[in-house]
């Protein structure tokens, strides 16, 4: 177990506690209100940066998105049933009434988040030709890079090579934050972020990556 914990890196440990603070702020504390709230801020964000066409398309996909896994599969009705269908015990009603009220607006809660990571998700699928375009070519350039060195007397750098790959796994790892954080995000700003250090970090971890491998 100790040699485990050993090759995971510290970062891993630290996001994962980061998204059970998110899941827990989520399911319970964060009002429902203020997660309407947020979703409808940064919808009106993508609307004023793609438009009003683009921004409703998007839109509508989420929410069939969001029926065909959530509504037509029975997933809602059937995790409703598990917390909420049992038969109240007599003399425990109002209690139990209350605990009921609870989990249903916190059940909400989630929902409303789920919501908000389909839409997300699909905006950075809308991005994903242009992260491509960037992408591939990085790559080429870093394995030609790499090959270069690999006949030539160039120095591959240790250095560059491991901190472009923590680069690749911090930005990893603030996407799935990013994705579950019930706050208004720029819908630019995750796209920006990927598309300007991804292929960046991918470059050079691949161009200074061992010359034997």
Known sequence: ??????????????????????????????????????????????????????????????????????????????VRDFFLGGKQTPGWEKLESQWGSFIAGRGDAVLKVCYHIYYRSLLLLMWLPYMLVILLPAILGGYMAWNIKRYTFAHSSPFLNTYSSR?????????????????????????????????IAA???????????
């Open 1 to 78: 177990m100790a040699d485990i914990e050993e090759r995971m890196p510290s970062g891993f440990w630290l996001s994962l506690a980061f998204v059970c603070i998110e899941i827990l702020l989520i399911v319970c504390v964060v009002p429902n209100a203020f997660i309407d709230a947020a979703i409808l801020k940064e919808q009106d964000w993508g609307e004023a940066l793609m438009g009003e066409a683009a921004s409703d398309q998007l839109i509508e996909d989420t929410g069939r998105l969001y029926s065909t896994i959530h509504l037509e599969s029975g997933l809602n009705a059937t």
């Open 167 to 199: 680069i690749i796994s911090w930005v990893v790892m603030a996407l799935g934050l990013s994705f579950i954080a019930p706050l208004p995000i720029p819908p630019m700003i995750v796209p920006l972020v990927v598309i300007l250090l991804i292929p």
């Open 203 to 213: 470059s050079l971890l691949i161009g200074n990556l061992p010359k034997r491998l």
